[in-house]
């Protein structure tokens, strides 16, 4: 099974600082041994000239798309332009984006469409409000997500799941180890249906959500969580190098 530690910049960071931090990661990075993933999704500004520096096992990210391919459609990036600036992954349908910007379900669709077609590996991330939660019911919520997303899709080929329960994002309040697996199990489960046993074997799980240093080690160590998506600790080299330390250490161990 992948391993994968993605870091989300959000709106962070200017050009030298996100250079900074690319020079002192990296130097660190290649100097480790392990077999973890590695993704930094930077702002889109950034992308092409991060995208030239190269790690062995890093793979650079867009934070999000366009849910249209080239034309008329000022201010959007095109999910083949991240591509051909040099990344390999996009986020798509993140709870800020879906919240602050209007994604709907629909809009979410047509995106990972747009990614998949692009040949971006797609990073499909999903979770519940607090509302939702205490509802009961937070799986049907988020395989309902999951639903719409992957509707115009006949395979999973090149999509990862981010689990992340938006009532943790950023507020320092995380699932617990119980709660991020019985979740991830019930991804996995429906994914199952949709595609295949094989599919859902194969397909990495990533939860995300104030996942810092001293609570990845729980959460990566359950079985249906194949890494994480973090967002605040991914913003600081030693922190970040610290998580894919972690996963690194539990991988060995598997
Ligand atoms: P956080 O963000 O780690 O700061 O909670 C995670 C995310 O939104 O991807």
């Known amino acids: 099974m992948r391993n994968i530690v993605a870091g989300n ?20 990075l290649n100097d480790m041994n ?5 993704v930094i999704a930077p702002p889109a500004p950034f992308l092409g000239q991060l995208a030239q520096s190269k790690g ?24 083949e332009m991240i591509h051909s600036a040099g990344a390999g992954a996009v986020l798509i349908g993140h709870s800020e984006r879906r919240e602050f910007f209007g994604e709907t379900d629909d809009v979410v669709r047509m995106k990972v469409e747009q990614a998949v077609n692009a040949g971006l590996e797609v990073f499909l991330c999903c979770g519940e409000s607090l509302e939702q939660r205490e509802s009961g019911k937070p799986e049907t919520v988020v395989c309902a997500q999951l639903e719409h997303a992957v509707a115009g899709l006949d395979s999973a080929e090149g999509l990862v799941v981010a689990y992340e329960p938006i009532w943790a994002i950023g ?6 180890a119980e709660q991020a697996q019985a979740m991830h199990a019930a991804i996995r489960s429906w994914w199952s ?27 990566f160590s359950q079985p249906d969580v194949n890494g994480g998506l973090i967002g605040g600790a991914s913003l600081q080299v030693a922190d970040f190098l610290e998580l894919v330390r972690i996963s690194d250490e539990l991988a060995q161990g598997e």
């Not at 062995?56 to 999910?79: D, I, M, P, V, Y």
């Not at 507020?171 to 617990?176: C, E, H, I, L, P």
């Not at 249906?193 to 001293?214: E, H, M, T, V």
Request: glycine share 8%; aromatic share 10%; charged share 15%.
């Open 193 to 219: 249906n949709r595609f295949s046993k094989a599919a859902a074997a194969a397909l990495p799980i990533l939860y995300g959500g104030s996942c810092k240093p001293s609570n990845a080690a729980e959460l």
């Open 56 to 79: 062995k096992r890093l793979t650079w990210a867009a934070q999000q798309c366009s849910a249209h391919g080239a034309g008329a459609f000022t201010g959007e990036f095109t999910a």
């Open 9 to 28: 910049w959000k709106s962070n960071k200017l050009m030298n600082e996100a250079q900074d931090f690319t020079d002192a990661f990296l130097m660190h």
């Open 34 to 38: 392990g077999t973890t993933e590695v």
């Open 171 to 176: 507020t320092g309040r995380t699932a617990t």
